[in-house]
């Protein structure tokens, strides 16, 4: 395969059997459509580069910005797009909640607007709702914005017209699945698939999938929210289903570790919403003697979604246990530590008459040191102390040491961890920093 | 609803007597829990190692019960904030002392002047301010006056902050752009022998925990500016909108927003009046606009809130915001208002007629004596059903069959004058005499729209609070004093 653009990439992805081992249906035919494996890694890329292919091969490179409402695989499509026509991207949202989207973002250049959380009192006079402001911003004469409108775009849905669902029939021989399961988000690729599969056979059933109102699935929307999506006709769907964060994990797991697709969160809850509708269905087929075939779409990879899975499911991403961190002290050596606590008259005469004199360690973040800070103290902040400590001590134990934190709490923890790993002379300031000044003793500055 | 005020709620006759010599509609107060509500904002200063005080804003309630109640709070812990001269007297009055109180809000002389002469800290807004408060102190012989600037733009702020990220703010009308914050420094160094500056501030109307805590991160970082100039801050005080949770079960408001999105679409039968929408339109089959309600489900709300902002990680330096604060050896001012007085009390109105509504009769208009303005329910976007208590007790309930729809209408001749446009379902239609009680209104919306139009009466308000035996005494509001038994008892 040889390109003059990657934009020739787009499209063409592969439709996978999955082994019915895996899911366990034993009439139904599942097959993943792998979206993923589009040039930017989702399904996004067919309807970014429809929507904007027509401004961006006209645009006179230089001063123009494409904007979209998105914090995820539109917005990464459009980014690279606009990169490569010389054109600014930003992405205005209602709050990127996926870090390693945000940065990545970023990475690729584009500027990011996040709009303000709810008002807390309500003001019923309040004109200044910011999406208002933004379309206003966009249609004001001479602005040189593409604003794709995904959400309202119909080249959203020609995307996958004349894309996506085409593809689908011309991989199962010149047939329309029986079943077609897909995640509303922008409603582009279940309505545009939906459209060619029922003008193939109008028999085909369309299974839409919505996250749990109190939920957070990435790229998919609740079922109040797919009512503001324009694009979004419930004439599309035989039936609307809810898929939870836990069950959207559990189902792209079992397509990474059994089925070898490295799929995100969406293509997770897409496979878990087909195997949970199609088990009823398979139950019916029982002796009837015929096989039906199911087509899902796996709009995108797994990597972006760690920090999604860490806070959902930390075990899935369990580490290996290393020394024990000061955080680990029991509460038992703490009171035994006490002891270590000097106060801080004693503190004061222990630094300027010690033979030798102690190393004052501030665990104080950097820039609450260089505000203020003990003279001739040296600053290792305490999340670094505590993995510095894990492995051995950072200093020798011919030195003795006077660890400093806020209030003496957290230092006097520490020390007693130091203690434990054999160093003879470590005490905490009892009453930290704090007490230092409220004590009127010297801090300096930086 | 926690204990004092669901054992309060099943004391009908009770809430009855009341009524019946004092009127409709009747406000309810019970003092005790600001204080515990201020209890809990210092458990989670303590969880944090944080000090600093808890300012009660005292525009949420004009109560005198409440602002007395908090003058007996721990003084290192508690103090108030006044945002108009009179508010200003009524809290030097209830027992705050100068050094308890903040001045906050537009400010004319008088109110300057006051604050500044008990000795009151005073939040400033601009550089106009304060300058005019320079000119007081010093055209009257003042002592040097503590001020806090309160800051606003930080959304416009570009600092140190992330690159390529903007995150945008309402705007506010209230505080110094950070952007402008050099002419600021440059008229405290003016006036140093008249003010001193004690902290930076910031209010954000918003319940969004991002832009509060990169806000609060930025006001570290400028106070170490400060400190730079030679001045020596030790506060931050970022405000207040902790937020209260008016609805406990979250599925429940998840099924009546989802069945106001379809009743907006004409998928269901209109769930308000007229098929009012709630700032939610139906543009060719797809929902526009936002709905303009308070979000009542707030798992995370009040004294919860602020220990989620302040665990966060702030996004420059990557600290919690609480480590932050500490490690910078500053205090944390806080002047929540609303989640203060959460569940300090209820307002209760007379049902004084019940009909049918003609064309639909599965529903039907109770009127009460209430009207709109009294608890203001639709102004603040609170949408709380009322607990019927029924005349004569429970145990004569049981009559008029099961769960009904009906529209509360108030006392006032306006077709307007709805206590709320939403549909309430009431477990039994109620009768004339019967009282409804809106539990905690009285805390937070009762008193900013209250007015006598038509000379119909304007709710009294009494406080309440509970003898050993178990039983329930009362005063008016005005009467109230933190004492166990302000009118004398024989021992």
Request: include cysteine; aromatic fraction near 6%.
């Amino acid at each position: 395969m040889r390109y003059d653009s990657i934009t020739e990439a787009i499209g063409n992805t592969p439709l996978v059997r999955i082994d019915p081992s895996v899911h366990g249906l034993r009439h139904i035919d599942l097959y993943a459509k792998l979206e993923m494996l589009n040039p930017f890694g989702s399904v996004k890329d067919r309807p970014a580069w429809h929507m904007a292919r027509p401004y961006l091969e006209d645009a006179a490179s230089g001063d123009g910005t494409v904007v979209e409402l998105s914090s995820g695989n539109t917005a990464k499509a459009l980014a690279l797009l606009a990169g490569m026509h010389g054109l600014k991207f930003k992405s205005v949202t209602n709050r990127m909640r996926v870090p390693e989207i945000k940065d990545l973002l970023l990475l690729l250049g584009a500027e990011i607007e996040e709009l303000p959380g709810q008002s807390e009192c309500l003001d019923p006079t309040d004109t200044d709702d910011p999406l208002t402001r933004f379309h206003q911003a966009l249609s004001e004469p001479g602005s040189a914005h593409l604003h794709t409108d995904q959400y309202f775009n119909p080249r959203n849905v020609e995307a996958h017209a004349t894309g996506t669902g085409p593809e689908i029939i011309k991989d199962l021989d010149g047939r329309a699945p029986d079943w077609f399961v897909a995640c509303v988000g922008t409603a582009g690729s279940s309505t545009g698939v939906a459209r060619v599969l029922r003008e193939h056979d109008g028999d085909v059933r369309v299974l839409g999938l919505v996250a749990d109102k109190s939920d957070f699935i990435p790229g998919i929307r609740t079922i109040d929210e797919v009512h503001q999506v324009g694009l979004f006709d419930p004439a599309t769907y035989d039936s609307l289903a809810a898929v939870t964060s836990q069950q959207a994990i559990d189902g792209m797991i079992t397509l990474i570790r059994r089925c070898g697709l490295l799929s995100g969160p969406t293509g997770g809850a897409a496979y878990h919403g087909a195997v949970r509708h199609l088990a009823s269905v398979d139950a019916e087929l029982d002796g009837a003697g015929r096989r039906r075939t199911a087509v899902f779409i796996v709009c995108d990879r797994a990597e972006s979604y760690l920090s999604y899975v860490r806070q959902r499911r930390p075990e899935l991403l369990g580490r290996p246990r290393r020394g024990r961190s000061p955080s680990e002290v029991g509460d038992e050596a703490i009171r035994a530590a006490k002891a270590r606590a000097v106060d801080v008259d004693d503190a004061r005469r222990w630094i300027a008459e010690g033979e030798p004199r102690p190393l004052v360690v501030d665990l104080r973040g950097p820039h609450a040191y260089a505000a203020l800070h003990i003279e001739g103290s040296i600053n290792i902040v305490d999340e670094l102390f505590a993995e510095l400590v894990r492995d051995g001590l950072p200093f020798s134990k011919r030195t003795p040491v006077l660890l400093a934190c806020p209030v003496g709490e957290k230092s006097l923890r520490y020390a007693a961890s130091l203690a434990r790993s054999g160093h003879p002379d470590v005490r905490s300031l009892a009453g930290g920093i704090v007490a230092w000044r409220d004590a009127g003793a010297p801090l300096v500055r930086e | 609803m926690d204990p004092p005020l669901a054992s309060l709620l099943e004391d009908a006759p009770f809430l009855h007597s009341l009524a019946d010599a004092l009127g409709s509609p009747l406000n309810v107060l019970i003092p005790e829990v600001v204080a515990e509500n201020a209890e809990r904002f210092g458990a989670v200063y303590r969880r944090h190692h944080l000090s600093g005080r808890v300012y009660f804003a005292h525009k949420a309630n004009r109560s005198s019960a409440l602002v007395r109640r908090l003058a007996a709070c721990d003084p290192s812990a508690v103090g108030i904030d006044v945002a108009s001269l009179a508010e200003l007297r009524h809290a030097l009055g209830c027992g705050f002392t100068g050094d308890r109180v903040m001045a906050t809000g537009p400010k004319d002389p008088e109110f300057l002047w006051l604050a500044a002469r008990v000795g009151a800290t005073v939040n400033v807004d601009s550089v106009t301010e304060l300058e005019q408060l320079a000119a007081l102190v010093g055209a009257h012989g003042l002592g040097r006056t503590r001020v806090l600037v309160r800051l606003s733009g930080f959304e416009s702020d570009h600092g140190p902050a992330g690159a390529g990220t903007r995150v945008l703010s309402r705007r506010s009308r209230f505080g110094t752009p950070v952007a402008e914050r050099e002419a600021m420094w440059a008229a405290l160094e003016r006036h140093a022998d008249s003010v001193e500056l004690v902290g930076l501030a910031y209010h954000l109307d918003t319940i969004g925990l991002e832009e509060k805590g990169r806000a609060l991160e930025r006001c570290v970082l400028l106070m170490d500016e400060c400190r730079a100039r030679g001045f020596a801050p030790r506060v931050v005080d970022i405000g207040g909108g902790f937020g209260v949770g008016y609805v406990e079960d979250a599925g429940e408001w998840e099924r009546w927003t989802t069945a106001l999105s379809e009743a907006v679409l004409g998928l269901r039968p209109p769930l308000t009046w007229r098929g009012h929408g709630y700032g939610l339109r139906n543009d060719n089959g797809t929902v526009r606009g936002a709905a303009a309600l308070y979000p009542a489900h707030r798992p995370l709300a009040g004294p919860g809130y602020l220990d989620e902002l302040l665990s966060r990680r702030s996004p420059v330096l990557g600290r919690a915001s609480a480590t932050l604060l500490l490690e910078h050896l500053h205090d944390l001012y806080v002047e929540p208002g609303r989640a203060l007085v959460d569940q300090c009390g209820l307002s209760l109105a007379r049902v004084l007629e019940v009909r049918p509504l003609g064309d639909d009769p599965g529903r039907y208009l109770v009127r009460v004596g209430m009207n709109a303005a009294d608890v203001s329910l639709e102004e603040h976007g609170v949408l709380v059903d009322p607990v019927t208590l029924p005349r004569g007790g429970p145990r004569h309930e049981a009559a008029d069959g099961g769960p009904v729809g009906v529209h509360l209408v108030g006392n006032l001749c306006l077709e307007a004058d709805l206590i709320t446009r939403r549909l309430v379902f009431l477990p039994h239609l109620p009768r004339v005499g019967d009282l409804l009680a809106f539990v905690n209104t009285a805390g937070y919306v009762m008193d900013f729209h209250a007015h006598h139009a038509q000379r119909q009466p304007s709710a009294r308000t009494v406080a309440v609070s509970r003898e050993a035996g178990g039983t329930w005494r009362w005063c008016p509001d005005e009467n109230y004093w933190p004492l166990t038994h302000p009118q004398g008892r024989p021992s």
